[in-house]
């Protein structure tokens, strides 16, 4: 795909695919300030079956599945979203590539942009999921979503990463 916007692709779980969304909102032609991004694609699987068919990779097997949601411990989450980073890349090809997963512990969102990786933590963990409150497991969403967005913004334009961002390479 020849563009001279940022490409991006997005596989999300527990975001729910709202990462995605708001990265073409925020790219929108008639939006002040636009981000320079081609969204390519923002996919939410949820479950392992789809991810392989999709994405033509298989995850490691999860701890539980919840009507066929899969349910990983925070090392688990961090295995599972650099395999689908990795596997969005490759696949289609993008500048920037993101995924997250979350069930036990804090929820976990990788970037892969360019040549360097990056992983965004959540400070609110669950111990107990699937049986925590809707309300902490909308609030680790929603935390989630915000730190990716503002993890992304910074690469795209430059600017310093967070605090909250590991850098894996890069």
């Known amino acids: 795909m020849k563009t001279s916007a940022i490409t991006f692709a997005s596989a999300e779980c527990f975001t729910h695919g709202l990462i995605g969304a708001e990265v073409h909102r925020l790219s ?6 636009r981000l320079p991004v081609s969204v390519v694609a923002s996919l939410f699987l949820p479950g392992v079956f789809a991810v392989r068919e999709f994405l033509g990779v298989s995850l490691p097997p999860p701890i539980c599945e919840v009507n066929g949601v899969k349910v990983y411990n925070e090392e688990g989450n961090v295995r599972v ?15 920037a590539a993101l995924s997250s997963s979350a069930g036990v ?36 969403k929603e935390e989630g ?3 990716a ?22």
């Open 28 to 33: 929108a032609p008639y939006v002040p300030g």
């Open 81 to 95: 979203v650099r395999t689908l980073t990795r596997a969005l890349r490759k696949r289609l090809g993008v500048d």
């Open 105 to 140: 512990g804090r929820g976990v969102v990788s970037i892969l942009f360019k040549s360097s990786e990056f992983l965004i933590r959540t400070e609110i963990s669950i111990p107990n999921f699937p049986d925590a409150p809707f309300s902490l497991i909308e609030k680790r």
């Open 145 to 147: 979503i915000e730190r």
């Open 149 to 170: 967005l503002e993890c992304l913004k910074a690469l795209i334009t430059g600017s310093p990463l967070p605090g909250f961002v590991e850098v894996v390479n890069g």
